[in-house]
């Protein structure tokens, strides 16, 4: 399927990803409050609101902000507004704060993202979990969005597996945008595999998404207890578990992020990166869409995001 989008059907769709991603962070993030059981969402009840939002819903926005502003990723100016509009408050790990900090500042950030972890640079998974809106806003073409998503990771992430991550998520993202307009939904080990293409098949990741095609329909404890959960915060600990559950739940996005409260870990961030690719294909409301309650009981979006 071959198609272009215009300027504003990129942006419609970069913010029902937006939507899917922020209100699956929110939502992932009350499992953190003592008192909020996964039990109580498996059965059907919500947390009551108001959900807040993370530092992935933040990093996303800036992004979405960023492409609404220049079309494409500028790295010298995206850096500069992650740095600015970064609240540390919102859930920000020390390693990026401390990155943020010195671009802020006015570190040049190739130097402020590779000098994490002793020169290696971060594997982290803050990269992937706020690319998906990306991965949507470029739905017509799986070679550019990856592009994209690799120069919005540099700024913040030099590590290899940490690009990777962002790219692979980007490129579901797309994936999930031309199933949406085509109506044909993908196999997940279709979808799956589709991904493995675009990244390193020898890297961490490459190798975590090819061993997801392989756990198939197991139980989602089965799946992470293979692919991982976040727990560890790496891409290669997270995306290939998140991609599992978008390709499999894709066109569900409720039981999608159940599928992340379920399985633990860095809930928040697996939430935010499968309801940023589900909603992608599913929009907001209507049959596996995201639900408009939950939709409601996310805390608003910042107000300088236009």
């Not at 998906?132 to 739905?139: E, R, S």
């Not at 120069?151 to 290899?160: D, I, K, L, R």
């Not at 976040?230 to 992020?257: E, H, K, M, N």
Request: proline content about 7%.
């Amino acid at each position: 399927m071959s198609f272009v989008l215009v300027d504003d059907a990129r942006l419609a769709l970069a913010r029902d990803s937006l939507a899917g991603l922020s209100v699956g962070d929110a939502l992932g993030a009350q499992y953190f409050v003592p008192g909020n059981k996964p039990a109580d969402l498996l059965a059907g009840q919500a947390p009551p609101p108001v959900w807040e939002w993370t530092d992935d819903t933040e990093m996303a926005c800036g992004i979405v902000a960023h492409l609404a502003e220049r079309g494409a990723v500028d790295r010298d100016g995206l850096a500069l507004a992650l740095a600015t509009r970064c609240e540390p408050y919102r859930g920000y790990g020390p390693g990026a704060v401390r990155i943020l900090r010195l671009i802020r500042t006015g570190t040049p950030w190739p130097v402020a993202s590779a000098s994490a972890f002793d020169g290696q640079g971060s594997c982290g998974n803050g990269a992937a979990m706020r690319v998906a809106p990306l991965g949507a806003y470029f739905g017509d073409s799986t070679t550019r969005a990856a592009a994209q998503a690799a120069a919005s990771a540099e700024v913040t992430h030099a590590h290899p597996e940490g690009i990777a991550g962002a790219v692979a998520v980007a490129v579901a993202a797309v994936l999930a945008v031309r199933a949406r307009l085509s109506g044909h939904r993908p196999e997940p080990a279709r979808f799956l595999a589709a991904v493995a293409g675009a990244v390193d098949p020898a890297g961490q990741v490459g190798r975590g998404i090819h061993r997801a095609i392989t756990v198939g329909h197991r139980s989602t404890a089965e799946g992470a207890h293979e692919l991982g959960n976040g727990s560890q915060v790496t891409a290669q600990d997270t995306v290939p578990f998140t991609l599992w559950v978008a390709a499999r739940w894709l066109d569900d996005y409720p039981a999608a992020i159940r599928a992340c409260v379920e399985a633990g870990g860095d809930v928040d961030t697996t939430a935010a990166i499968v309801g940023g690719i589900v909603a992608a294909y599913t929009g907001v409301g209507g049959p596996g869409g995201v639900p408009t309650d939950w939709l409601a009981a996310r805390e608003p979006l910042p107000t300088w995001l236009p």
